[in-house]
């Protein structure tokens, strides 16, 4: 018997608009596949809505995520706002405000090479080789939403790094599951020798540590961390941290995987789960037809697993994308220079490679 699920499909901005009916499609074909029963709405948020209704974040859109069992999403942004600091409504508000609405505490980020890409990294292929890491970054404190000052003659600005003792709780608890499901290995990453906010982090992280004796337990500096993540990734397992540690970890944890474009997330709370690429909206390739649907493909089979508990069809997502790195084709993000046997192809014929090996 089928699952009937209702999926919001939020496209987005740049790229986010050409890759996300990959994802969608992959997911239609699994539903057809597996005589599941998979309904789409369509929301909007980001530059797009700002442009529509003023609002990075429209209340229509944020009650079809609430109504919604998860959410496909493709990125927000645009260079006008990169390029002008002062505009007051921005799109990145729409993403912020959609987390906190939904209680969407826990970033998930697998960074899983495959070993097709080995040569597509910047990092020798024996430092790389079995590497496999799952990210937990915290997405709900922090300096992203803490207090924000600045002065009045404008040349003093401070933004509050701020955590709470159940929200160190429960993302800990989540990596510590996950971490039980794997090798059985956590490192807590902190900045707790200058930062009061990480002492309470690495307070409490010792004192969940306690529930789970069968995870080893690491407990490491940022500046160590993102040291170790390119000179040894192959030691890390389960990495779990702070808002903006995640941030910046998990983004130089994608030259792991060869391309950002390779890269899947989740979003998660106790309700609606929110799958999304890491790679942003990339304007400069917006319209090209060259942007690497894997990732958002990848976040299809994540939504699948995780709020959908369908492991068989997520694992045979994971599979048709292997077997078409396996097959020589390539986005530009991933090619290598050096290979005769590859076929560099644009985002809709990669996409339709890989409905094809999942068919």
Known sequence: MGVEKKILVI???????????WGQKVLTAVAANYHHQFTFEEGIM???????TGDPLPEETLQKAKNSDAILFG???????????T???????????IRKELGLYANLR???????LLEASSIKPEILRGSDILFFRELTGDVYFG???RTEDRNTASDLMIYHRYEVERIARKAYEAART???KLCSVDKANVLEASRLWREVMQEIAKEYPDVETEHMFIDNAAMQLIKDPKRFDVVVTGNLFGDI?????????????????ASVGDTVGFYEPIHGSAHDIAGKGIANPLASILSAALMLDISFGLKTESQRVIKAVEATLRQGYRTMDIANKHTENEFIMGTDAMGAKVLENLN
């Open 110 to 116: 697998p960074i899983k090479l495959f070993d097709e």
């Open 46 to 52: 980001g530059h797009v809505a700002i442009e529509a």
């Open 87 to 97: 505009l007051k409504v921005r799109p990145e508000q729409g993403l912020l405000k």
């Open 11 to 21: 496209p987005g901005d740049g790229i986010g608009q050409e890759v996300t009916t």
């Open 75 to 85: 990125a927000i942004g645009h260079a006008k706002y990169d390029n002008d600091p």
């Open 249 to 265: 970890l998990t983004d130089e944890a994608s030259q792991i995987a060869g391309s950002m474009g390779m890269l899947a997330s």
């Open 182 to 184: 794997r090798r059985k």
């Open 147 to 149: 207090e924000k000052k």
